[in-house]
């Protein structure tokens, strides 16, 4: 097995109900994650109670993996 090259340090905050900031290595700017559009009602989250809209961790992973 090869020496570990890398360790991701990332800080997550839960700020209310599905929305999180993360702290990236590499980001000026923290990243938020919430929920949205059909992610949002499988898990009955009412849109209204959100705020403003962000992407789901969901929508990182499949941006990560097409990339």
């Known amino acids: 097995m090869s020496d570990v090259v890398y360790t991701s340090r990332v800080t997550l905050e839960r700020v209310k109900g599905p929305l999180r900031i993360a702290h990236l290595p590499g980001e000026r700017q923290p990243v938020a994650f919430s ?32 990339g």
Not at 36 to 49: L, M, N, Q, R, S
Not at 51 to 59: K, P, Q, R, V
């Open 35 to 66: 929920a949205h559009g059909a992610i949002a009602e499988h898990y009955k989250v009412d849109p209204a109670k959100l705020g403003e809209s962000h992407a789901a961790t969901l929508d990182y992973v499949i941006a990560a993996t097409a």
